[in-house]
């Protein structure tokens, strides 16, 4: 892995700090185009294969000037990076090479010369020394006699005027050679052929032509030949270029005497080149050596190009097979690099792989140990919260109580501090000390009542009984208690509803006036004088035939900050130092509103003031569902009442006293009650409602005394079955309770109590109340006593009920001497007890009594309206013994009935 690695790291070096291979373009400018020619561009091509990233590209003007220099400037204009200049005629060229050269543009000027030095090297032979050579060769073979004509090539060229010059210096040292002609052929073998062709005519007898080139020395060869003169004429050439009709070729077939190797040296060009490119050392000036090939040498010469064409061929082919390699090469480092890549990024990946993995592992460790310590944070948190949770609830549990221990002293701190108020001697000091206590004493009855009730709401013991009520209806009536307190502080203080809506939902009409009154005391507490009060109720539709119901209380001058908004429903938070309170009234205002699955929130500013806003989802339906009287839904529990009540053994009461039944399930407050009443009443006791309920049907007593909460069912609705009682609805019901709201008064009424009476109560007001409530039944007995038929008004429809059906049994079977109270009881549903103590407490007679009193009347009745005797009425109304008849009827009325006969007394019945 390591190895690998350290592989392609190598590798990137390598090709890292490999040089830039620059791109060279080599423009060849040549002026013809020909054997020798075709030769010096091959040399250069081949020799540019061996630098890489060169090309050569090459541009004929054929004999032209002008051609070539507008070559030479589209080379300039494509900005080659060298110029290679084979100029056609010295002076028409130097110009442009000049101008490659100001345009920074190197040029190496081969073969023939400009007129100028502005070139940058220059590669060619040294044609004067040619021409010499060939001048004293041809001197040699003509022994130094003889006549010669020159076939020039373009004479405005340089090699045509340098060769002239060469072989003219030659010849001067034969004075018997003579140079008969000197004609410009052009470099061409077409015009050294015409040309020859003339001057055979012109002179006769030539010995030698020398030609500047092979091409024009053929060309002469044939005009000779042509004039049968060619065996008598020396023909010598230049260039012996190898190949077919070449110089070689020439001389070796006996065409020409002989020619001058004038070599091209493309290859040399090429080297001069490079070295000029990379700014490397050159030799400006590179003159080419010539030497002669003749009959002697030709031969071999030939041979030796073919072996070196030959040889060419090879090195082509190996250039191709080159090629191929190369390309193969290309394509395997192609596939190389793309393989090095791909490991590159496979290694790449497995490191960031292996280093994440690595992280991972080491996070995981890390994270293990934070789980760990978490783990460990968690339970000792869990250890800190059970102990915490054990702690409140220790304390709730001890605040509970407390505040049960608190109530009864309280209450018996209540009244005695009552009756010492009585007192008329107090000092006005002593009277405002008391008016303290007896406040205070009515403060922590209500706090302690709160926390007691809070305590059953997170106990789980929170009753809720809920019922489709109308809100807008029971706010109203709730209304009228805070009216005192808003015209006292002139408060403001406004209820507003849609009257198109209908507010009705299910609730527990209690808990919610709990939940109101909280609210409106609060709003009544804070609310500055003059200032106002706005209680609303809203109903949106929330589709598919939900609703939600809004309750707002809103009230001017007082602002809760945002901080204490947040935990206004807290238990036992309070604002601050200045704001008293426990904390409990509105955690127990959420709690009841919590109980029916409502909202509560509250929105606080300096501007506008303070809102609590109560939201209750309710239900379209509820508007068609009728508001169900709570009779009917107690009837079950009557009837199991009834059932009860027959397994209980009857009692005798006192019947010389009135009878009470104290419903409460603190024996201190029973206990009070009874010293309270127990020289008038009789007293019965039960410790909470359903025994209440059991007692009052056994004993049917003159009145009860309930407290409102009670462990089971409460006072409250206690005081509503009892009510719903045929046997005990007469009997009249004062509940005591310790919380001093109005709103458990509303709701006792409501559950039909006659009278309430807060805790801690006045001993004397409620012996007040006791008598009164009593003698009102005593009135409505005397009333019924007197008058014959029954004043509906004044009694319930079901006492009224009971009377009327028990008065027309009586008039229906007055005649029966066997009807007596079992019948009645069989009659009327009842136990001999409820019976005697039902019909008592309603006509103030027992049932015997108005059964005996009614036949009375009757047979006074009967004495005065009809001719019967006295035994007859006697037997009429219903006793069975005539003397016992008139033993009752005189001890009633004070006469016997044979007075009566003879007076004719008439009694309406
Ligand atoms: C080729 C050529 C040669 C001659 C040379 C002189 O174009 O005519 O035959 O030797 O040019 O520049």
Redesign the pocket.
Known sequence: MRNTIYILLLFLIEVGCRPVQQEYTIGVSQ??D?A??SRLNQEMIREAILYDHVTIDICTAYDNNEKQKSDIRSFIDRKVDLLVV?PNEAAPLTSVVEEAMEAGIPVIVV??KILSDKYTAYIGAD?YEIGKEVGSYLASLLNGKGTVIELT?LQG????IERHLGFVSALSHFPDIHLLTREDAG?NLEPARNITDSLLRQFPNIDAVFA????MALGAYEAASALKKEHKITFIG??ALAGKGNGIELVRDGILNATFI?PTNGDKVIQTAMQILRKKEFVRETILHTAVVEASNAHIMHLQNLHIAELDGKIGQLKDKIDVYLSRYGTQKFILYGSLFILLLVLGLLVVVIRSLKIKNHLNVELSVQKQQLEAQRDQLITLSRQLEDATHAKLMFFTNISHDFRTPLTLVADPVEQLMKDKNLTFEQNELLSMIRKNVHILLRLVNQILDFRKYENGKMEFNPEIIDLDKYIQDWNISFQAAARKKSIHFTFTTNSEDSYRMLGDPEKLERIYFNLLSNAFKFTPENGSIQVALNMADMGNGNRELTLIVSNTGSNISPEHVQNIFNRFYTLDRHHSGSGIGLALTKAFVELHGGTIRVQSDSETGTSFIICFSTSKSLEEASIMPLSASQSFISSQILLDDREIEEEQLDMNKKSLLIIDDNPDIRSYIRTVFRQDYTILEAEDGMSGIRKALRYVPDLIISDVMMPGIDGIECCRRLKNQVQTCHIPVILLTACALDEQRIAGYDGGADSYIAKPFSSSLLIARVKNLIESHHRLKQFFSDQPELAKEDICDMDYEFITRFKSLIQERMSDSDLNIDVFVREMGMSRVQLYRKVKSLTNYSPNELLRLTRLRRAAILLGSSDMTVAEVGYCVGFSSPSYFAKCYKNHFGESPSNSIKQKVGVTD
């Open positions: 002026c013809s020909d020798w020619r084979a073969d023939r044609n090539g060229s340089s090699p045509a470099w500047h080139n092979d091409q230049i260039d004038y």
